[in-house]
């Protein structure tokens, strides 16, 4: 127990090292250049998931043939051209001893008879005159290397080499004391000539089964793109057809819980809608009723606070009712958008506001016509009777539908913008008049739209200087 507190104590003495620094700014200055490197290579690396499957194949087998081929060109190629042009060295330095050695032309004859027939070589015995000027040297040709290397050193006297002029055949002319030998042999017999077809078998048959890894890896990526295609759809309120679980154990346990989760979420939707239909349809019975009663009380200031609360909770009903219907049974079917400004045009003007509209794209969208057209009144609606002008645009371009609808009216405080869409939260001092409405026809609107995959903003209208609203649906 001392010995061990009088280690702590010695530990304590020690001087605090500044390590911990040192090595946190040397981990910065590794980590910054690796997440540069690493954000540029996000940015420019395919996003789809084939595509990136797909290199993940291609490119070790690139790199796998890039360094067998580095392999063999360097080693084996190397090395058996080395061989070969040692072994026609050695035919030639037999043939250059047995030349000096030779009394006569017929000698020389025989020789050269023996040469063609058993060494495949040409030789012929030249004029004693000076060698050629010396050829220009091939930079990539290492035949010339091995064979200078190999003259020099076994046969040791001047020569000339030519390794450019002919392609089929290789030209050595070595000086002796009673003229020049020249020496023709076949390019074959001095470097390994066949190393293409170890290029041509290794590529072919990396394009071979690249071509059956797409097959096969398109077949497993297919059923994640019918996931996505399924659930963007669902997003978007259109009808799934013919969508069931396939492909790989992971991919069809995913599409089976997207299938369970949609089923959980429409039948949500289905028990939400059908409770909010019969509360309404009971609700306005009762109230009936209530407008039947009043009606046989003689006229005072409280009947008609009574019928002024009735008339109230009946509007509110109805915008239950109107809710009901949107989130209903309805699919999503091809809708001329132009048609639909008229009709918008036609609410705003019964208000007594003056509208215009304008369509800038393709007029035909697939979406719920009725419930996306609810949506559009409600704002369309409440822009008119909160303002005196409306102007009414549509765009369809890039992959989405953005409708703006800007009016003239006080407006909407920025803090307020987002409370605006709670169920039953109206203001109080936001607007000029008073709409009389139940404070649903925004969050009704913005269900419909997020129920299309979009989404409400409002802001401040540039043009008009009122409120503005912008809804934006993928098409």
Not at 312 to 328: N, Q, V, W
Not at 368 to 394: E, M, Q, S, Y
């Amino acid at each position: 127990m001392r010995l061990k507190q009088a280690f702590r104590g010695a530990l304590a003495r020690l001087p605090k090292l500044p390590v911990p620094g040192v090595l946190r700014r040397a981990g910065a200055l590794v980590a910054t250049p690796y997440q540069a490197l690493a954000r540029a290579l996000y940015r420019r690396m395919p996003k789809g998931l084939f595509t990136r499957t797909l290199l993940i194949i291609v490119i070790p087998l690139v790199v796998m043939q890039a360094v067998l081929a580095f392999v063999f060109l360097e080693r084996h190629y190397n090395l058996v051209t080395q061989r070969l042009s040692d072994a026609v060295v050695r035919d030639i330095s037999l043939i250059v001893r047995l030349t000096e050695s030779s009394t006569g032309e017929e000698e020389f004859q025989r020789l050269a008879q023996m040469a063609r027939s058993d060494l495949g070589l040409a030789i012929t015995l030249l004029p004693p005159e000076p060698l050629p000027p010396p050829r220009p040297k091939p930079f990539f040709d290492i035949v010339d290397r091995y064979l200078s290397q190999q003259v020099a050193a076994r046969i040791g006297k001047p020569f000339w080499i030519d390794t450019v002029g002919r392609s089929s055949f290789v030209e050595l002319r070595i000086k002796l004391e009673n003229g020049v030998l020249r020496v023709i042999a076949r390019r074959s017999q001095t470097y390994a000539s066949n190393s293409h077809f170890f290029i041509v078998w290794m590529v072919s048959t990396s394009l071979v089964l690249v071509v059956i890894a797409l097959l096969f890896l398109r077949n497993q990526t297919r059923p994640v793109e019918r996931l996505a295609t399924a659930a963007e759809s669902f997003g978007k309120g259109r009808p799934i057809e013919d969508f069931r679980p396939s492909g790989a154990r992971e991919v069809r346990r995913a599409a089976q819980a997207f299938i369970e989760m949609r089923r959980r979420i429409e039948r949500q939707i289905e028990q939400r809608t059908t409770m909010l239909a019969g509360v309404s349809h009971d609700l306005r019975t009762v109230l009936t009723r209530f407008r039947l009663q009043l009606a046989l009380f003689p006229a005072s200031e409280e009947v008609r606070a009574l019928q002024r609360d009735v008339d109230e909770m009946k509007t509110m009903l109805e915008d239950y009712l109107a809710f009901a219907r949107g989130e209903g049974d309805e699919q999503a079917q091809p809708t001329d958008i132009g048609l639909m400004f008229e009709e918008l045009e036609a609410e705003a003007e019964i208000l007594g506001a003056a509208v215009s509209s304008h369509l800038q794209g393709p007029p035909e969208v697939t979406l719920r016509p009725n419930a996306f057209k609810r949506a559009l009144t409600n704002l369309v609606t409440n822009a008119a009777r909160h303002g005196d002008r409306l102007n009414i645009d549509g765009r369809n371009a890039d992959g989405w539908l953005t409708i703006t609808i800007e009016d003239d009216g006080p407006g909407v405080p920025v803090e307020e913008r987002e409370n605006v869409f709670r169920p039953f939260y109206q203001l109080d001092h936001a607007r000029n008049r008073d709409s009389g409405g139940s404070g649903l026809g925004l969050a009704i609107a913005r269900d419909i739209v997020r129920a299309h995959g979009g989404d409400i903003v409002l802001g401040e209208s540039e043009t008009l200087g009122g409120l503005r609203a912008r809804v934006r649906i993928p098409v």
